[in-house]
Nanobody, 125 residues
Framework: QVPLVESGGGLVQAGGSLRLSCVASKRTFATNDMGWFRQIPGKERVLIAAISRSGDTSHRDSVKGRFTISRDVDKSTVYLQMNSLKPEDTATYYC???????????????????WGQGTQVTVSS
């Protein structure tokens, strides 16, 4: 079984909204924090939002107030609601599962146990 399966990316105008979804296996979801990284070509993946196993959330300052991470425990699914999108939000977004993501947004991609396949978000000006 593929650990994480993402959906929901696409093309949107500046100011618009998108919601990303990530379905995990029940075991992966129950034993890890879940998070969303994004990556711009030529740059490393950066953790922008995370949710702990107890439901605590953290958001990077660059997206705080615009993006919201949430989860549905019954569906083993994590979401990223993205509002007021800006062209600089254009990136490939990756769902991730790892211990401790919500405690430390400086967690690098090297610490991630499981990845989604990535979904492209493009925001036009």
């Amino acid at each position: 079984q593929v650990p994480l399966v993402e959906s929901g990316g696409g093309l949107v105008q500046a100011g618009g909204s998108l919601r990303l979804s990530c379905v995990a296996s029940k075991r992966t979801f129950a034993t890890n924090d879940m998070g969303w990284f994004r990556q711009i070509p030529g740059k490393e993946r950066v953790l922008i939002a995370a949710i702990s196993r107890s439901g605590d959330t953290s958001h990077r300052d660059s997206v705080k107030g615009r993006f919201t991470i949430s989860r549905d425990v019954d569906k083993s699914t994590v979401y990223l609601q993205m509002n007021s999108l800006k062209p600089e939000d254009t990136a490939t977004y990756y769902c991730a599962a790892a211990l401790g993501l919500a405690r430390n947004l400086a967690t690098t991609w090297k610490s991630v146990s499981y990845w989604g396949q990535g979904t492209q978000v493009t925001v036009s000006s």
